[in-house]
């Protein structure tokens, strides 16, 4: 693991709790990410969130939309380990009914829910059940008024529609709030998270709004949440993909892993194939990354494409998979352990991850 020469120091703020995870106020940077299913499908739902869960997401956004998704809610948070955000528009009414349903967290624009005595009854309901709110502004849906003031959706325009909701909320005398100023262009992006942290402290969710693909989603997330992140900037993240939210959740892992937020992990090393590869090295990686994502413990795991030059390639590998067209090798520290079939290897080398994760436990 590389060493560090430098770290990033973060803003403070005032901490704000998310059922039992704290945001701001000096806790770790949190990873979220949101479902994609229809709410109302809620083996589908329940089964998505297992995976996010499984691949170290530690805050789900739920959309709830209707009614249908509404009834849903309480049966998918029974089975949540991580706290449920809902997430709401336009109607003030799902917001209220949401908390009910046990929801941690309302997300919602607060120039879409239909007027300020409306978006009132909501954190008046927030404040009674200690349910935080995420006051999230978008450039797309900024008040007419900020538009005609300042011609386009600007980073000043961005924040002051943040600032008049927050001054609102914080006029019932609700503190429990987490910002978000999100723009899909992302230097407007950039800029608004860094105006707003001059003018208040609460916890800001940092993400690049309609992203895009996986390859472009990526890419841009990483120059706008990581250029807001390398200010110090940012207490939980989304990274926003047209892709499964699991990918969120990797990317998400790998930008704050790069910029020292997090320190240990898995890191897996795998050749870049040639002609003497026969197998979907692809995704093999693909498995053991989605798999050991979570895992917190350092370790240098290999995944080869042949065996010829893969055990020498890779030696320095804590453990590793060297494959070949229907057979390969599993080993450790360049020696092999065992001779496997090509469907044994990831299964395997999985299983043995854990086993020297489990040892090392032990041995603590
Ligand atoms: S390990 Fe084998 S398949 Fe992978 S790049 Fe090297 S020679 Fe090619």
Redesign the pocket.
């Known amino acids: 693991m590389a060493e560090n020469f430098y770290e990033i120091s973060r803003r403070q703020t005032r901490p704000v709790m998310v059922g039992k995870v704290q945001i701001g106020g000096g806790a770790p940077i949190t990873i979220q990410s949101m479902t994609n299913t229809f709410t109302h499908e809620v083996q589908e739902t329940m089964d998505q969130i297992k995976r996010l869960e499984d691949a170290g997401c530690e805050l789900i956004r739920i959309t709830v939309p209707d009614q249908k998704s509404l009834k849903a809610l309480s049966k998918i948070k029974s089975k949540m380990t991580t706290p449920l955000i809902a997430d709401i528009h336009f109607s003030y009414t799902l917001a209220l009914a949401a908390i009910d349903e046990g929801a941690d967290k309302i997300r919602i624009n607060p120039g879409n829910i239909g007027g300020m005595d409306r978006l009132a009854q909501v954190v008046e309901k927030c404040k009674k059940h200690n349910v935080a709110m995420r006051v999230g502004v978008n450039a797309g849906s900024l008040e007419k008024d900020l538009l005609d003031k300042y011609n386009h959706p600007t980073p000043e325009a961005i924040v002051e529609s943040a600032l008049r909701h927050i001054h609102f909320i914080e006029s019932l005398k609700f503190y429990n709030m987490i910002i978000s100023v999100k723009s899909s262009h992302v230097p407007t992006m950039i800029q608004s998270y860094r105006l707003l942290a001059q003018k208040c402290d609460y916890p800001f969710h940092v993400g690049v709004t309609e992203a895009g693909t996986k390859m472009q989603g990526t890419v841009k997330s990483a120059a706008g949440i990581g250029a807001v992140l390398a200010d110090g900037i940012g207490d939980t993240i989304r990274v926003s993909l047209t892709s499964d939210p699991v990918e969120e959740v990797k990317v998400a892992t790998y930008l704050l892993r790069s910029l020292g937020f997090r320190k240990d992990g898995i890191d897996i090393v795998a050749?870049?194939?040639?002609?003497?590869?026969h197998v979907d090295?692809e995704k093999m990686v693909d498995q053991v990354e989605t798999a050991t994502l979570h895992l917190k413990n350092p370790m240098r795991v290999a995944i080869?494409?042949?065996v010829?030059?893969?055990l020498g390639?890779s030696a320095e590998a804590d453990i590793g998979i060297?494959a070949e067209k229907g057979h390969g090798i599993l080993f450790e520290r360049g020696e092999v352990k065992s001779r496997l079939s090509e469907e044994e290897l990831v299964p395997q080398l999985l299983m043995t991850i854990n086993q020297k994760i489990d040892n090392r436990e032990q041995k603590k």
């Open positions: 050749c870049p194939t040639c002609g003497r590869c090295l080869m494409g042949c010829v030059n893969g390639e060297c």
